[in-house]
């Protein structure tokens, strides 16, 4: 069992997952139309749009079904890109902008879509998400991003003063950036769904059976694991994070950050600190983000490292940054720590892109919950001879972060430490 396997065992996720099925190794040679490298969201999505559109889907997973970021995620719903509607206008314009923030608010459709139509049992409550402003300054960037909302994206959100604020999460924000469209829903369980509908559906999914190789070959590419190749047209890496060795294209424009998140025993009185029970983050660099649970905990996500390695003690890594959001909390018993790495890029836009018969999506930068299922609907429709909405995504990439592979994660690390010490200076 990897370390990520690990730390997904350790978290209320896995402990209160509704389907434990186990899916076999890859133990001897095999073809298909699309071989999918990654079983968590992105390539799940992938594999199940491919396999309803005629092709043969084989799913390499090289742990656990969801036990990469798909299964351990904060399951926040948050509509859009991180970068924001009035940075994309500054950027692409509002023509292009619009398209762009269109398709990203697709995945919400698309999501419960899914849970609707397969059933999946993953706690969905559509309650909102609050953006809360840690420094008064912040205000006027809700101002600006809601005008842009309105005025551009014909989407509504809220600009909510302190007090009202504090009326939904009672903790100190300067005001909040309140998106009804929000919410948040089980991931592992949301995951397992997938995997369950694109196994029904005709996908093959094998655990177990890391990808360690892949090449071209003149009719596609050859995937190599430990115990079997998988000859395909078409490959989609979708490991996000956990990707190594298969694409110095890929790997070159993401950098894996640690993050980690607990939970803490049952409140006696939940309710009172998210009374709406919206999905809740805050508006730091290195961002603070919680939501209550069905059985009355807090979940809550704080603080990141930039090294594999996790901390000793995940629990007293997490607990200062909930203390500080939550005084009232302070000495609350921790039941659950859990974490691992996701993905950032440079711009923290997707990458999501192609290289003759290779596909990737990756990259979502904090938003992966719901991106990532849309990923995977644009992988397949890219695969199978429709790149219209995939190409919209594709024409931003990302550039890829300075210093090759020697210089990419020392730079990076420089760069998020002094964004993370001008949080601290408030």
Known sequence: MSNDDLAVEQSWYAATRNDRTQFPALAADARADLVVVGGGATGLSTALHAVQAGLSVVVLEGGRIGFGASGRNGGQIIPGLRKGAADLVGLYGPERARALFDLAVEARRLVLGLIDRYAIDCELRLTGHLLGAVKSGQLREFDREAAALQTVMGYDAQVLGAADSRERVDTAYHGALFDPGGGHFHTLNYTLGLARAASTAGVRIVEHSPAVALARTRTGVTVTTPHGTIDARHAVLAGDALLTGLSRRVEGRIM??????????????????????????????????????????????????????????????????LERTFPQLRGVALDHAWGGLVSVTRSRLPDIGRDGPVLWAHGYSGQGAILSTLGGALLAEAVTGDATRFDRFAGIAPGAFPGGGALRGPLHILGMLWYALRDRMG
């Open 256 to 321: 894996p950050v640690a993050n980690y998140i607990v939970t803490t025993a049952a409140l006696a009185g939940p309710a009172a600190l998210i009374p709406g029970d919206a999905a809740v983050s805050d508006a730091r660099f290195v961002v603070n983000y919680y939501r209550r649970t069905p059985d009355g905990r807090l979940m809550f996500g704080g603080g990141e490292r930039y090294t594999r390695r996790p901390p000793a003690d995940i629990a007293a890594f997490v607990r200062p940054f």
